[in-house]
Every structure is written in C-alpha cells, then in structure tokens.
C-alpha cells in the first residue's frame, strides 16, 4: 500500500495559521494502516492544534472527520452539505487523496498533513519498507521477485554494482543490497543461469518519465 | 586479437605487452592547466590517462572536456563514463563528442551513488547500468547505430573498458558479472585496487576457468598506500575494498617518515607478483593526488620505457 | 497506608497503563489539567508484557507535542512503580505536585477562566 508520514507538528501549524475554521480530515485507507493519517492521528492532530489555538486565539474550531478514503469522488462528496462551515481542510490521505479533495472543494485551501513517501510493505509494527517505484513494466518475473528499480540504489537492471557488501548497499549499512537479495532468490529458484545475459535498457517512458499517467480499463467503462 | 581502433592501449595489448595506464583525477574548478601538469608527470610512463568522471559524485571539471585536453597534448586519454548523471541521449552524445577528437578508448561505469558526494540532494539518472552503456558504445561501434536505430554517417571508433571488483560482493557473482560484461562487448577490464593478492588469484583461477581470460584483457588496480591513516580508512571506510591487516602491519613495521617509501614497494611487489598470475594483461595504477609516483613505480616494476608499437613513436602515449 | 499525599490530584484508574492512549493524555490537558503523571508498572513486570513498554513510548510522544504547542513537555510524566510501593506512590505525588506548582497553572486553564470571568462580567 501507499506509505506515508505525518508532518511536523510546526509545519502543519505553520500552513493552518490564520484561518480560524479548520477540518482536519483523515482516510481508512492506506494512511491507516501506516498509521499517519487515521481516525486515531486525525484526533491526535486535532487536540494537539487546539491546545495550540487555545491560547492564541479562542475563536478558531478545530472539527475532526474521516473518510472511507479521499482517492473516490463519492466518498468525497459526502462532505459537501458541511463543508460551507470550514475555510481551510487538513487532508491526512496520500497524495493523490489530499490533491482529489482539492480539486472536489476548489475554493477551500486544502493542506497536507502528511509526507507520502512510497508503495512498500509492514516489516513489522511501525517499520515499512519500500517495494515498488510504479514503473509500469514490471519485471519480477526475472529477478526472483525481487524489484531492482525499487530495491537497488542505481535501478541498474545488471547489477550488482562494486559496492555491494557483505548483503548491504554502499549507501547505508541498513540498506540491503536489492541485487544481493536478486541473487539469493535466484540461487533458491535454481535460475542463476539469468545472471550470464546482459539485460537490454528499460523502457523507462511507461514510468515517471513518461509524463502522469492514466489507466483506462474498457471493459469495466460504462 | 586486431585491432578495432586506434586505440594505443589496444595496439599494446595486440602486440602482448604488459599495458600500462594510469589516471588523472580533474581539479574541482575550471583551472584546466592542473590536468595539462598531471598528463605531463606520467605521460612518458603510460600508454593510456584514465580521466575520472565526477568521481564518488563530486563535481570536477568534467572527463570530456579533460580528455580533449588532453588528446590536444598529443597524449592518449581514456575517458570514464558514469551512467549515474547522464541519460541515453546525452551519453551518446557524448560519445559522438569524444570521438569527434579522436578519443579512442573509453571505461563504462555505473557510478557511486550521489549521496557520496557533494551534491547529496540531486536527483540521479541511471537510466542505464555500465554493462547498457558497454552494449551502446559497442553498437554505436560495429553497427554504427544509436540506440534508438538511427544510422550515423560516422562512427565512432572506441576501444570498450569497463571496471570490475574482485573484492565486492557477493564473491560467487563478481565472475559471473565479469562474463556478463564481456558478453555485452567489454575488451578491456581495469579492476578495483589489489592488496589481497590470494583473492584476486581466486577470482583469477574463476575468470580463466570461463575462458574470460583470452577474450578481455584484465589489467589489475595499483594504488600505493601513503601510510598507515590511508590504509586503515581503505580497510574500513571503503565499501567493496580489501585491504588485509598483513599489509597494515608491514606499513606499521617502518618508521612514519618511511610509510610512504613503504607504500610505493608493496605496490611495485604486488605487480611483481601479479605480473606471474596468467591472464593478467598489464597494470592500471591509481595513484590519486600523487601522481608524481607514478613514474617510479613503472620504473621500479621494470615498465619503463614503455614499448613501441606500430604507428606510435616509442616512449610516451604520443599519438601519431 | 492512610499516607499522607496532596489532594489536588484525580486518579484515574486502568487495568494497565498500556490501555492509555495519546489522545487521553492530549484531552486531560484540553480539559485544563495543569499536569498529568502515569503510574505504570516496573519495567519488566507488566502483567500484560508490554503494556507500561507502550505507555512510555506514547507519553514520550506526547511530551514531545506539549512542547511544540506551548504547553509544556514537563507537565507530563510516567512514573514506574509496583502496585506495593505505596510511599513511593505518595511521594510521586508530592514531587508531581511541586513541580506542576512550579510551573504554574496550565495556559488552557488560565483561558478557561478568563472566559468563564467574561461570561459572569456579561451575565452581571
């Protein structure tokens, strides 16, 4: 799922300064399961902003809400009889979401209150690790099911480089080395045959470089 | 083996000398006069200057614009490609560049990752690895292609070298990828530093058994230890080097003023050793920031003078 | 023990002090608590193994909160202690007290009753 973090209290105090009718509006979705931006972080905010706001000026409301998520218009616009009663929103969803609830309430400044920082996996309660860059052309089915372009430093589609060691990535002794993890599941698989052909350039234009994307599934179009 | 290029390092190999190169490492300004100084202590002591790009990701007076330089001396450049800062398009057409004044030789590498660097923040590229940048530089060669199919009118003639590490890991992989690399057009290989003469040997055996030995030329890293602070730091602060404590000790055995002495005869024994080890074409001697020991280290291996080879005049990498 | 400790605190008593939450920490001090002390179980002893693990980690989090609003990182601690130690009980009590009396009264409660004197000023 999409893993995100919540920002720093001063930054989100910073962006919500001056206005004086606030939602801070959460997501059940990936958010919550990262624990950044659920109905629990939603209220923590909340109090923590009007302990703030107490003391400098008793006027502003703080309101709590979350949605079933922010990335579906018809979730969205469940909000719309209240949201005449706010003139600014905190979005805790991913990206996508906090950017959807904007364009859905284009005329109330919308601020994020988290960083989203990747598509990854729980390793463990409070750890998530990165495991996928979207590039849209996914090659797991050659690399033992593990992702090069996500999990090595280089995104190099030939590696390891000459830094790998001891299983580790020259960048940081915590970071595994995405090819030293390659290579040990092809060795498992009995496919270290792949490692003798040179790989041909990717098509990176169906990734980020190609511009934002769009996916359109015809069958399922009314 | 033919030669495919003008390439001096090539006609050397042809003709089955111990080839020797060396490397010169730019200055981080505009001051162009700091490579003519460095070309000059070695030149007559090489047959090739490796030029280093941006090296562990800090900005320098760029390998290009060095090696033109450089081949403007009459002196045979070799100029290192990192994929790390420039994509497809602006390396081929750097490529073009460099071939448009005769630069004939080329090493193809990945590159440190920029967090090493002075420029931590920068967004890296890496649209291709080092074995992609071999495989272009080779089609651009023999077919005369762009990647993209484009047929060039003229071709650049480039003699292909890339890097390897005998002391990376995972060990099991390191000849694999080195077979890898010649599959994808490698012809000559400059490997990382050697202290650990046994594991290079290891990793030499593995490579010979794959035959690899007669289709690359390996020409093994030298690089003299200035004391025992520069041995200790390679031995634990530089990610796939291998640097065993018997040399830390040898250099620890002398007295400080004589480290650096020291230093310069571990170097020259590692090439009388390695010069016994088959498969071993000839040397690549790092000697970063002081390159003024190059030429003793090439005499004291009994290189020096370097050969002739046809179409050169004897002595230096002067080209004709 | 009928020990003698001051009575200005509440208590408010869980089956473990891993069942507190931030938020209820976050809304005593909402609710104008001039300082909030958790007493929670020696570590190591936790009948339900992690649960004072938990509340230490969830206090530090809020500590760190209170200072970034203004209210003061100080006025919240956790103390660990076994259900036994009743002296050690008062005598947290006692040095929780001294120090929140130090501090002062909290800003919320001095803007509660300002606004609470407002509204008697207008209703007079």
């Given at each position: 799922m999409i893993k995100a973090k919540g920002k720093p209290l001063d930054d989100i105090i910073r962006m919500v300064e001056g206005y004086k009718k606030i939602l801070i509006a959460g997501c059940d979705g990936c958010v919550t399961v990262c624990e950044a931006g659920g109905r629990k972080e939603v209220e923590i905010l909340a109090a923590a902003l009007r302990l703030y706001f107490a003391q400098k000026d008793a006027e502003v409301k703080i309101d709590e809400t979350s949605l079933t998520r922010q990335c579906d218009m018809e979730y969205l616009d469940v909000l719309s009889?209240?949201?005449?009663?706010?003139?600014?929103?905190?979005?805790?969803?991913?990206?996508?979401?906090?950017?959807?609830?904007?364009?859905?309430?284009?005329?109330?400044?919308?601020?994020?209150?988290?960083?989203?920082?990747?598509?990854?996996?729980?390793?463990?309660?409070g750890v998530w690790g990165e495991r996928?860059?979207?590039?849209?052309?996914?090659?797991?089915?050659?690399?033992?099911?593990?992702?090069?372009?996500?999990?090595c430093s280089k995104r190099m589609l030939n590696g390891p480089c000459g830094g790998s060691s001891k299983g580790k990535c020259e960048i940081n002794p915590e970071v595994d080395c995405g090819w030293q993890l390659i290579y040990n599941r092809l060795k498992t698989l009995g496919q270290l045959d792949r490692f003798e052909c040179p790989v041909d350039p990717k098509n990176w234009a169906t990734s980020r470089d190609g511009g934002p994307r769009k996916l359109v599934k015809e069958d399922v179009r009314i | 083996m033919s030669t495919t290029t003008s390439s001096r390092l090539e006609k050397m190999l042809a003709a089955g000398h111990f080839a020797v190169t060396s490397e010169c490492g730019p200055p981080r300004n505009c001051d162009g006069s700091v490579i003519e100084h460095k070309a000059n202590l070695i030149k007559d002591y090489v047959d090739a200057v490796n030029v280093t790009d941006n090296q562990t990701s800090v900005v320098r007076l760029c390998s290009l614009a060095s090696c033109i330089r450089i081949k403007q001396m009459g002196v045979e450049p070799v100029l290192q490609m990192v994929t790390r800062?420039?994509?497809?398009?602006?390396?081929?057409?750097?490529?073009?560049?460099?071939?448009?004044?005769?630069?004939?030789?080329?090493?193809?590498?990945?590159?440190?990752?920029?967090?090493?660097?002075?420029?931590?923040?920068?967004?890296?590229?890496?649209?291709?690895?080092?074995?992609?940048?071999?495989?272009?530089?080779?089609?651009?060669?023999?077919?005369g292609r762009l990647l993209s199919g484009f047929e060039m009118k003229v071709r650049p003639r480039i003699f292909i070298g890339a890097a390897a590490n005998p002391f990376a890991d995972p060990f099991e992989i390191r000849v694999p990828r080195l077979a890898k690399k010649v599959a994808a057009g490698v012809q000559f290989i400059q490997t990382q530093c050697v202290y650990n003469v046994e594991k290079f040997k290891t990793w030499m055996n593995l490579a010979r058994d794959k035959g690899l030995h007669e289709k690359v030329a390996i020409l093994p890293g030298i690089t003299p230890m200035k004391g025992v602070g520069m041995a200790r730091y390679m031995q634990t602060k530089v990610a796939g080097m291998d640097v065993p404590e018997e040399i830390i000790q040898r250099l620890k055995g002398?007295?400080?003023?004589?480290?650096?002495?020291?230093?310069?005869?571990?170097?020259?024994?590692?090439?009388?050793?390695?010069?016994?080890?088959?498969?071993?074409?000839?040397?690549?001697?790092?000697?970063?920031?002081?390159?003024?020991?190059?030429?003793?280290?090439?005499?004291?291996?009994?290189?020096?003078?370097?050969?002739?080879?046809?179409?050169?005049?004897?002595?230096?990498?002067?080209?004709? | 023990m009928r020990l003698q400790y001051p009575p200005n605190i509440r208590i408010v008593r869980v089956p473990c002090t891993g069942r507190v939450d931030q938020i209820h920490l976050l809304k005593a001090f909402?609710?104008?608590?001039?300082?909030?002390?958790?007493?929670?179980?020696?570590?190591?002893?936790?009948?339900?193994?992690q649960g004072n693990i938990r509340a230490r980690k969830r206090v530090n989090r809020v500590k760190q909160i209170l200072d970034k609003v203004g209210i003061g990182g100080g006025r919240l601690e956790m103390y660990n202690l076994s259900a036994g130690m009743g002296p050690r009980f008062a005598e947290i009590a006692r040095e929780m007290t001294k120090k929140i009396l130090e501090l002062g009264p909290s800003p919320i409660r001095l803007v509660k009753e300002k606004a609470k004197k407002g509204a008697e000023e207008v209703a007079a």
């Open positions: 009889d209240r949201m005449g009663g706010y003139d600014a929103v905190v979005s805790l969803a991913c990206g996508a979401g906090i950017q959807y609830m904007a364009e859905r309430y284009a005329d109330k400044p919308v601020f994020p209150g988290v960083d989203t920082c990747f598509i990854g996996v729980s390793l463990e309660r996928c860059q979207a590039c849209g052309a996914c090659i797991l089915a050659d690399t033992g099911g593990v992702c090069p372009v996500a999990r | 800062d420039r994509n497809r398009i602006a390396m081929q057409s750097d490529i073009l560049g460099a071939a448009s004044f005769g630069i004939n030789t080329m090493l193809c590498l990945t590159g440190d990752h920029q967090s090493f660097g002075d420029h931590p923040n920068a967004a890296n590229v890496f649209d291709l690895d080092s074995i992609q940048l071999i495989q272009t530089v080779k089609m651009m060669r023999d077919e002398v007295p400080k003023e004589s480290q650096s002495e020291e230093g310069v005869k571990i170097a020259v024994d590692t090439i009388e050793q390695l010069k016994e080890v088959e498969g071993v074409r000839g040397f690549h001697i790092m000697a970063i920031e002081w390159e003024e020991k190059v030429p003793e280290i090439v005499e004291r291996a009994g290189l020096y003078p370097r050969p002739v080879v046809n179409g050169n005049d004897g002595g230096s990498c002067a080209t004709s | 909402e609710d104008g608590a001039d300082g909030v002390f958790v007493a929670g179980c020696l570590e190591g002893d936790c009948h339900y193994l």
